[in-house]
């Protein structure tokens, strides 16, 4: 019985596990943290997003520029795949209003618990599987001398790998590799890079591991009135506007939330490679933020130079466009009292206040994280070209996603199709 070692016990990770015992492999999954899918609870703590309905055009679009490499994993375990396996493990989900998918209690430790308990403890119908075993707090150390070691002689493994445990140093062979080692978002939870330079030692080229889905810092500071009043407050109903170096045009409706230092949220979050790449080009980038994208401009107008009398600007513009809190303070941030009383000026800050962010957030505060192990030097089954039996999933690997679904399926279809991955392997 071939015996295969997982590193990383999140949904990449569990999923290649899958795969491989209901094919017949022993299984052998570690992870350094005390518990499994650390990261996956912390993700389904607001309600699991697992999927999304769109059409397969549109999700698959959402990968960007690795949409071919993303799409090709999809043909193994797509977005209906996931549907499909959650109702496996008697998890019902339905569609929200959004399109996005959820289990019907929101929750993800039923939907983990399932399946750790099929992972464990096959269903007898599945008369080939093996069940899986779990070794955690168990940290990987790399290849014994930092190079992928041979066995001794007259062993069938083909490779050896050093563990750190509770036990002390520990060496495990095992006939073929699967990584799902994460990014380096949430270090806390596990997933902190440290496999980077291992892997850039034995010939892998590895992408920088850079922030996705993450927050900005503004380039002039909040006002200490501003930061210490609106902080956490959310701005909704709100669109902005992006135009990138490289001819893409961002334009979306949403809310997102003012910070300390600058905003964050979800609407941030779907322009966040964009806004990167700009300022990691020039240093800033500049997006246009509507304060009421429902209201053309011409009305916007209108209503700002209709007669005010006696009343204060902010009640004037509360009564004519509804338009308070944090929204009317942003315009008092960001505009001079000459610009808040000229009627022209006025209008256009509202419907494309200009809004410049000079910083990422710290890789470890992102939701998750760009860069990784490039497509270009692995194979169409996921192994690494200089490294023979040794193959990756998740996270890891080089391509991002939005929120929405989109980075748990990838996550679940890399893992999907490294462990057909490591089958074929075994096969030739």
């Given at each position: ?12 990770g569990?999923?290649?596990a ?7 492999m022993?299984?052998?999954?570690f992870?350094?943290?005390?518990s499994?899918?650390?990261k996956?609870?912390?993700?389904g ?11 397969a ?8 520029q ?7 994993l999809f ?13 496996s ?12 998918v ?12 399932a ?27 790399g290849?014994?001398?930092g ?13 050896v790998?050093d563990?750190?445990?509770p036990q ?17 978002s ?11 330079p ?9 992408a ?7 927050g900005?810092?503004v380039q ?6 501003f ?17 990138a ?26 322009a966040?490679?964009l806004?990167r ?5 020039h240093?800033?980038?500049t ?18 130079q209709?007669?005010r009398?006696?009343?204060s ?19 008092y ?17 509202i ?9 990422m ?8 994280s ?17 490294l023979?039996g040794v ?15 989109y980075?748990?399926t990838a996550c679940?279809?890399?893992g ?13």
């Open positions: 019985m071939k015996k295969v070692a997982v590193i990383g016990a999140g949904p990449a569990l999923m290649a899958e795969v491989l015992s209901r094919a017949g022993n299984v052998a999954i992870d350094a943290m005390p499994i899918g650390r996956f609870l912390l993700a703590k607001g309600g699991l997003n697992l999927t999304h309905s769109e059409p055009d549109i999700f698959a679009s959402r990968y960007g690795r949409r071919a490499q993303i799409e090709r043909n193994t375990f797509d977005a209906a795949s996931v549907r499909r396996w959650a109702a493990l008697g998890i019902e989900t339905f569609v929200g209003s959004s399109g996005r959820f289990p019907v209690d929101m929750k993800a430790a039923p939907l983990l618990r399946w750790l308990n099929r992972l464990r403890h096959p269903e007898p119908q599945a008369v080939a599987a093996v069940p899986v075993t779990f070794h955690m707090r168990h940290r990987w150390l290849w014994p001398q190079r992928v070691s041979l066995p001794a002689q007259g062993a069938t493994e083909s490779m790998l563990f750190d445990t002390g140093h520990q060496q495990i062979c095992a006939d073929a590799l699967v990584l799902a080692l994460g990014g380096g949430w270090a806390r939870l596990g997933s902190n890079g440290a496999w980077v291992w892997l850039q030692a034995q010939g892998v080229a590895v920088p591991l850079l922030p996705s889905n993450c900005f810092d002039t500071p909040w006002s200490a009135h930061a210490s009043r609106f902080a956490g407050q959310p701005f909704k109903s709100v669109a902005i506007s992006f135009a170096d490289d001819g893409q045009h961002f334009v979306r409706k949403g809310e997102f939330v003012a910070t300390a230092t600058g905003v964050e949220g979800s609407l941030i979050y779907a966040s490679s806004l790449q700009d300022i990691m080009h240093g800033q980038a997006l246009a933020l509507d304060l009421l994208p429902d209201v053309s401009s011409e009305r916007v107008l209108a209503e700002v209709h007669p009398g006696s009343r600007l902010s009640s004037h513009l509360k009564s004519r466009l509804h338009l308070e809190g944090i929204k009317t303070a942003m315009l941030e960001m505009l001079t009292p000459a610009q808040l009383h000229d009627p022209h000026q006025l209008a256009t800050a419907k494309a206040l200009p809004l410049t962010l000079s910083a957030r710290p890789l470890d505060e992102a939701i998750s760009a860069g990784g192990v490039l497509f270009e030097g692995l194979t169409d089954g996921l192994m690494l070209e200089p023979p193959f990756c999933a998740g996270e890891m690997l080089d391509w991002e996603a939005p929120t929405g679904g980075l748990l679940l279809a890399s999907a199709h490294a462990g057909q991955g490591v089958l074929a392997y075994f096969k030739k």
